[in-house]
């Protein structure tokens, strides 16, 4: 997973996974290959492998038919990819609620060296989750804003610990944060979501460089009408996405803002690889 969080691109990442999943079958390893089976599907769906992305059901595994399996067996590492990896395409395809329902059973823990690289994966996406959560009048709006300002809090923390790669995404919650405020001068917004834009381009992380541009777009459609938006951080998003690999993003960006793209071509999947399953 910290390949993927690198900002490899997927078309790379996946090749990787390929030869993995088929060695770890020829030596007959079942366990280690469901450690990596939640991610390698996630990839999957973000290359545009499934209907329903948010969801691990697709080429590589079916978290219907694998998951009760892994509950059964006691797998607590496989059960753990699997929630945050539903956790990350939740948040990335706003599906807060079903990213909701797997945030709080994740566990909390350190590595043999100190703080988990997997932890700061799963608080970046959980306060994206919570920030989403309360803009809905339903899910106890100032509470979930409370959640999501602890999250981004330890986020700046560890980035004032010398943990650089925490910063972007403090700062992208922190824009959304002001974005979904009551009162926050549009200029004011906007600035907060360059500085996080420019911040995610300078970490490298391409995806994280995307998300920050599609969220600053999604909030200034919001803001001048989805059929007279302007276009420059949309546009951005879907290249970067589209470098990425991710075509699944691509055409929820097209999807859901068919106005701001006007006569851009489609953007087609790359890749139609698919991972070998256990038998």
Not at 26 to 54: C, E, K, V
Not at 122 to 139: D, Q
Request: hydrophobic share 40%.
């Amino acid at each position: 997973i910290m390949w993927f969080a690198s900002g490899m691109p997927l078309s790379n990442l996946i090749a990787k996974h390929a030869e993995f999943n088929e060695m770890l079958l020829d030596y007959r390893q079942p366990l280690f290959w469901s450690y990596a089976a939640p991610i390698t599907q996630a990839i999957l769906n973000l290359m545009g492998h499934t209907g329903n992305p948010s969801r691990l059901k697709g080429d590589h595994m079916d978290e219907d038919d694998l998951v009760p399996k892994w509950e059964a067996a006691g797998n607590k590492r496989a059960i753990e990819m699997f929630r945050i990896c539903r956790l990350m395409l939740g948040a990335l395809f706003r599906d807060y609620e079903g990213a909701m329902e797997h945030h709080p059973h994740l566990p909390t823990h350190k590595g043999p060296d100190g703080l988990d690289p997997l932890h700061i994966f799963r608080v970046f996406y959980a306060g994206l989750t919570m920030v989403g959560l309360s803009k809905k009048k339903r899910f106890k709006r100032v509470k979930r804003r409370k959640e999501a300002c602890k999250l981004m809090e330890r986020l700046r923390s560890w980035a004032n610990l010398g943990i650089t790669s925490c910063k972007h995404m403090e700062l992208i919650i922190r824009a959304e944060l002001y974005a979904s405020a009551k009162g926050e001068a549009r200029e004011s917004v906007e600035r907060a979501y360059r500085v996080a834009i420019e911040a995610a381009k300078l970490s490298g992380v391409l995806q994280n460089e995307a998300l920050a541009n599609e969220l600053a777009g999604s909030w200034l459609a919001e803001q001048t009408g989805k059929s007279e938006c302007d276009t420059p951080y949309l546009l951005q998003a879907a290249t970067l996405y589209e470098a990425w690999g991710a075509v699944a993003k691509v055409d929820d960006i097209m999807r859901r803002f068919p106005h701001c793209f006007g006569e851009q071509p489609t953007y087609q999947c790359k890749s139609s690889q698919t991972m070998p399953m256990t038998g």
